[in-house]
């Protein structure tokens, strides 16, 4: 397993070890003692999957208070998933990071508590795995709008389908800074 480091200081691009041969392939996608050897000491207590299709975009999504971290992968498909750093007093505030997630590349983003993620599809269907930080908190999420000119995203579709509750999401400059996760160095 590879752990790289991102432009954004927490975020991480993990690579696992793939076995393949004539019959298909093997890896791990979790396995806690291999993952905290590896720095990365986290508690998950809930999975998600998504089964999406092409042109849906789903997101940018966080929870304050509740905030999750998500180790996140696409078992089928293709997906240009993303983290936005929404901590105020970060350092990195309001910076992004994107990357190809994929059934063929099989990487991982992890993408700690007090990140906005989302994500759009890219190939027909995909089939999209969350492992998160802590529970699912509904009076607790918010969403940031996957077009703010601020973050300047540069996502690889133009009019994606989006959800009701996506479509009515904030930009980041209106949300109160209340709402929003607090850096901690």
Not at 73 to 95: H, K
Request: hydrophobic letters at 40%.
């Amino acid at each position: 397993m590879k752990i790289e480091s991102t432009p954004l200081p927490g975020v991480l691009l993990i690579k696992p070890d793939v076995f393949g041969d004539a019959r298909g392939f093997f890896l791990e996608t979790w396995n806690r003692r291999r993952y905290k050897e590896a720095g990365l000491d986290i508690e998950f207590v809930q999975d998600n999957v998504s089964r999406s299709r092409k042109g849906i975009l789903r997101g940018l999504h966080f929870q304050n208070p509740n905030p999750q971290g998500k180790l996140v992968q696409a078992l089928q498909g293709e997906v240009f998933d993303v983290a936005v750093d929404i901590r105020t007093g970060s350092p990195t505030f309001g910076r992004w990071f994107g990357t190809l997630l994929s059934e063929e590349n099989h990487h991982q983003l992890y993408v700690p508590e007090g990140f906005a993620h989302g994500f759009c599809v890219l190939s027909d269907t995909a089939l999209f795995s969350y492992k998160c930080t802590d529970f699912y908190n509904p009076g607790a999420e918010f969403s940031l709008r996957w077009d703010d000119p601020d973050l300047g995203i540069a996502w690889p579709i133009e009019n994606p389908v989006l959800s009701a509750k996506d479509q009515s999401a904030r930009y980041l400059k209106d949300f109160p800074q209340d709402m929003l996760p607090v850096f901690q160095a």
